[in-house]
């Protein structure tokens, strides 16, 4: 006869060893952290890569600017010249556009700060190389021979200073310079606008991810 005062015998499923009772989480924990270190650096590598990218093209139109063949233009070829400006200036405008229209919408997968900087860079070598091939028109510009001269008179300009030391004489060269105000005001200003407004949307929400966090 059985007796009741005996333990009762364990089912089977509570004969488990406690040596070999691991923790998930301690296994995983190795894992984990090789991944939150390949995220980490995953991480910085995409905040610096546009930042480096930038630094490249800016690069790289200054040298081209510096490089290309400037003196083939202006007087030699006036109807080369004035499409090429003509061209490079209407490109940049649809391209600032596109990027106002993007912060505009709040697309999340656009790049404004990259984008505008870039082609405010590249509006003003554009200005800068249609200066330098204007200066090779004799009575256009007063003051201006160089490359350099160029893109200090576009700077200038662009910054509304107006030092005096060099300044457009000839008809052409002050429909350029009239251009080149309007111009910075429409779309230069825009652009900015939307990168200052871009750039406070995004130091606002830093701080409301990191409370949901």
Do not use: N
């Amino acid at each position: 006869m059985t007796g009741a005062t005996g333990p009762e015998d364990p089912g089977p499923t509570d004969r488990t060893d406690p040596t070999d009772r691991t923790d998930p989480a301690a296994s995983a924990a190795p894992a984990d952290g090789k991944a939150g270190r390949g995220a980490h650096r995953r991480t910085g590598w995409d905040a610096v890569r546009p930042w480096l990218v930038r630094v490249g093209i800016a690069a790289a139109v200054v040298v081209a600017y510096f490089l290309l063949p400037l003196d083939h233009l202006g007087p030699q070829r006036p109807v080369l010249s004035w499409v090429l400006f003509a061209v490079l200036l209407t490109v940049v405008a649809v391209l600032l556009l596109r990027q106002i229209r993007h912060v505009l919408l709040d697309r999340p997968d656009s790049r404004p700060g990259v984008v505008i900087s870039l082609l405010i860079v590249l509006s003003v070598h554009v200005f800068s190389a249609t200066y330098y091939a204007l200066a090779k028109q004799p009575g256009e510009f007063s003051g201006l021979h160089t490359r350099i001269d160029a893109l200090y008179f576009t700077v200038v300009t662009l910054a509304t200073v107006g030092y005096g030391d060099i300044t457009p004489r000839g008809q052409a060269a002050r429909v350029v310079t009239v251009l080149q105000i309007t111009y910075s005001f429409v779309f230069l200003t825009a652009a900015a606008t939307a990168l200052t407004t871009r750039m406070r949307d995004m130091v606002v929400r830093r701080p409301e991810r990191s409370r949901l966090r």
